[in-house]
C-alpha cells in the first residue's frame, strides 16, 4: 500500500526558479470528498490519473495513483467534477539530496506558490532551502480540498 508523507511551505522569494530543472502543467477535478478522503483526476501535461487519499493520521495517508486512458480521464474532468478544475505549474526543484515540488496556481488561485517535499518517514530530516517561507503542512485553508471549495465560492459568486 502506497503511503504519502509531505510537509508544504509557502514560498518566501523566486530564488527557486533558478534550480527548477522541468515543469509540467496540472488540471486537477475532485471527484468525491468525505471525512478526510478524496478522489481527484489528474492531468499532467497530456497523462491522467485517478487518485484515491485517505485521512491523514499525523503527516502520513494512504495513496493509490492509477494512470486512466486521457479520453477517460478527460471525461471525469469536464463531466463529472462541477466545472472544479484547479490549474497550476508544477516546477522540480532539486536542493541537496531532495527534489522540491513547487506549485505555481493559476485562475481563482493565481499568486499562490507552495512547496512540498515527499518524505519517507514523518521523521525523514531535510533541509530547509533558503527561499521557503512558513511551514503550512496541515493547516486546512493550503488543502487542496480547501482550494477546490474556495474555487467553488468564487465561481458562484462570478457565476
Given at each position: 500500500?502506497?503511503?504519502?508523507?509531505?510537509?508544504?511551505?509557502?514560498?518566501a522569494?523566486?530564488?527557486?526558479?533558478?534550480?527548477?530543472?522541468h515543469?509540467?502543467?496540472?488540471?486537477d477535478?475532485?471527484?468525491a470528498?468525505?471525512?478526510?478522503?478524496?478522489?481527484?483526476?489528474?492531468?499532467?501535461?497530456?497523462?491522467?490519473?485517478?487518485?484515491?487519499?485517505?485521512?491523514?493520521?499525523?503527516?502520513?495517508?494512504?495513496?493509490?495513483?492509477y494512470?486512466?486512458?486521457?479520453?477517460?480521464?478527460?471525461?471525469?474532468?469536464?463531466?463529472?467534477?462541477?466545472?472544479?478544475?484547479?490549474?497550476?505549474?508544477?516546477?522540480?526543484?532539486?536542493e541537496?539530496?531532495?527534489?522540491?515540488?513547487?506549485?505555481?496556481?493559476?485562475?481563482?488561485?493565481?499568486?499562490?506558490?507552495?512547496?512540498?517535499?515527499?518524505?519517507?518517514?514523518?521523521?525523514?530530516?531535510?533541509?530547509?532551502?533558503?527561499?521557503?517561507?512558513a511551514?503550512?503542512?496541515?493547516?486546512?485553508?493550503?488543502?487542496?480540498?480547501?482550494?477546490?471549495?474556495?474555487?467553488?465560492?468564487?465561481?458562484?459568486?462570478?457565476?
Amino acid at each position: 500500500m502506497a503511503k504519502e508523507i509531505e510537509r508544504k511551505f509557502l514560498v518566501a522569494s523566486g530564488d527557486w526558479r533558478r534550480a527548477a530543472t522541468h515543469k509540467v502543467e496540472i488540471r486537477d477535478g475532485l471527484l468525491a470528498f468525505r471525512d478526510g478522503r478524496k478522489v481527484r483526476v489528474r492531468f499532467y501535461d497530456d497523462r491522467a490519473t485517478l487518485s484515491v487519499k485517505g485521512p491523514k493520521s499525523g503527516l502520513t495517508r494512504d495513496e493509490f495513483e492509477y494512470e486512466i486512458p486521457h479520453g477517460d480521464g478527460l471525461t471525469l474532468l469536464e463531466q463529472h467534477c462541477d466545472g472544479e478544475v484547479l490549474r497550476k505549474t508544477r516546477h522540480f526543484v532539486p536542493e541537496g539530496a531532495d527534489v522540491w515540488t513547487v506549485d505555481e496556481y493559476h485562475g481563482v488561485h493565481e499568486g499562490l506558490v507552495v512547496a512540498e517535499l515527499e518524505l519517507a518517514t514523518e521523521e525523514t530530516p531535510f533541509e530547509r532551502p533558503c527561499w521557503l517561507g512558513a511551514e503550512v503542512t496541515g493547516k486546512s485553508r493550503y488543502r487542496q480540498s480547501s482550494l477546490f471549495k474556495e474555487h467553488r465560492r468564487v465561481m458562484k459568486r462570478t457565476g
